[in-house]
């Protein structure tokens, strides 16, 4: 389903993939057994920024994300903002690990991306009620070629 800005209409889906650090899988492996708190961490920090998570799952050694992120921002500054304060929220939550393991990054510096797309006859759909806008709006518009201070014949 489309979401909407002022102007426009989007359907922007991603499918992100983002993992630990080889060194901190065993933090991960940790604190996977307390998943609710990182399940936690990540929902608030999409919801903070409005971004909607369709589905996402934890496994043994990386995150699966489904996410609808709308065109004002991009991919690279949501996968910044998200691996960025999860961590810290992790080691704020869990103080012990911030002096066991100092402050390192914690997620790899990569992630994968794939857009997820709508079929054809949405395209095709989106384009035909288009142009029917922008015929009544032409419409509506005439008016303003009219000279307004054209006066009446006599």
Known sequence: MAESLAYSKWVCKYHIVFTPKYKRKM??????????DIKEIIKDLCKWKGI????????????????SISPKYSISSVMGYLKGK??????????????KYGR???????????????????????????EKQDQIMDKISLKEYENPFKGRAR
């Open 27 to 36: 933090i991960y492996d940790e604190l996977r057994e307390d998943i609710e």
């Open 104 to 130: 390192r990054n914690f997620w790899s510096t990569g992630y994968y991306v794939s857009t997820v797309g709508i079929n054809e006859l949405t395209v095709a759909k989106y384009i035909r009620e288009q």
């Open 52 to 67: 909607k998570i369709i589905e996402g799952h934890m496994m043994s050694d990386h995150v699966h994300l489904l996410l």
């Open 86 to 99: 999860s961590v810290m929220m992790i080691f704020e939550r869990h103080a012990n690990l911030r002096y």
